[in-house]
C-alpha cells in the first residue's frame, strides 16, 4: 500500500486538466462542451415582448468555459454558434442560423467562455466569492455583446434592447451564478480530498 499522497491541485489548472492529457481529450472536451450548450439552450422559456428567452444555455458556457479554460471554452463555443449557422437547431428553443435576433447572446457567450475560463485557470472557480465575481463578468460580457446585436437586428432603440434583452433576465442569471458557485468551489474541494 503506497503512502504517497495525490499531488495538490495547483493554481493554473481548470478542471479538464486533472484529465489524462491527450488530443483526442481535447476534441472530446470541446465537442462535448458544445453538445451540452446545444442540449441546454433546449431549456427555454419564452419571455413576454421579448424576441429573447430565458434559456439553460448561459449556464451550459460558464460551466464549459471555467471547466475547459479559455482555450478549449473559445473553441468549444465557437462549434457551437459555427454548428448552428450551419443549420442544426441547437440554438435556443430549437432555432439555428445566424439571422434571430438573439445570435449576438451566442457570439457574447464564444468571449464570455474565454473570459472565465482564463479567470478560471486564476483561481477564480476555487471559492464561492470568486467564482460569483467569474460568473457576472461572464454574464456581463455577454449581454455587452447582445443586447447591441439585438438593438441592431431588431432596430429597437437602446432603452429598447435593455428592456427586452437585459432586464427580464437579471433574476435568472444571478440564481444561474449562484448555482455556479456552488458547484465549481465543491467539485474542486472534492478533488482536493
Do not use: C, H
Not at 479538464?16 to 441546454?40: E, H, I, K, Q
Not at 433574476?171 to 451564478?177: M, N, P, T, V
Request: overall charge positive; cysteine-free; hydrophobic content about 60%.
Amino acid at each position: 500500500m503506497s503512502t504517497a499522497a495525490a499531488a495538490p491541485v495547483r493554481t493554473g489548472q481548470v478542471l479538464a486538466d486533472l484529465l489524462p492529457a491527450s488530443r483526442v481529450r481535447d476534441l472530446a472536451l470541446v465537442a462535448g462542451g458544445a453538445a451540452f450548450t446545444g442540449l441546454a439552450a433546449q431549456i427555454a422559456v419564452p419571455v413576454p415582448g421579448s424576441p429573447v428567452a430565458v434559456t439553460g444555455q448561459t449556464l451550459a458556457m460558464l460551466l464549459v468555459g471555467t471547466a475547459l479554460g479559455a482555450g478549449r471554452g473559445f473553441l468549444s463555443l465557437a462549434l457551437y454558434a459555427l454548428v448552428g449557422i450551419a443549420g442544426v437547431p441547437w440554438f435556443a428553443q430549437g432555432t439555428s442560423g445566424a439571422a434571430a435576433p438573439s445570435f449576438g447572446y451566442v457570439l457574447g457567450m464564444i468571449l464570455a467562455a474565454t473570459v472565465v475560463g482564463a479567470l478560471a485557470r486564476r483561481g477564480a472557480d476555487r471559492t464561492a466569492l470568486r467564482t460569483a465575481g467569474a460568473m457576472l463578468l461572464g454574464e456581463a460580457v455577454v449581454y455587452a455583446v447582445g443586447v447591441p446585436y439585438l438593438a441592431l437586428a431588431t432596430g429597437m432603440s437602446a432603452g429598447a434592447a435593455i428592456a427586452a434583452g437585459l432586464t427580464p433576465f437579471l433574476i435568472g442569471d444571478a440564481l444561474k451564478a449562484a448555482l455556479a458557485m456552488g458547484v465549481l468551489p465543491a467539485a474542486w474541494k472534492l478533488i482536493n480530498r
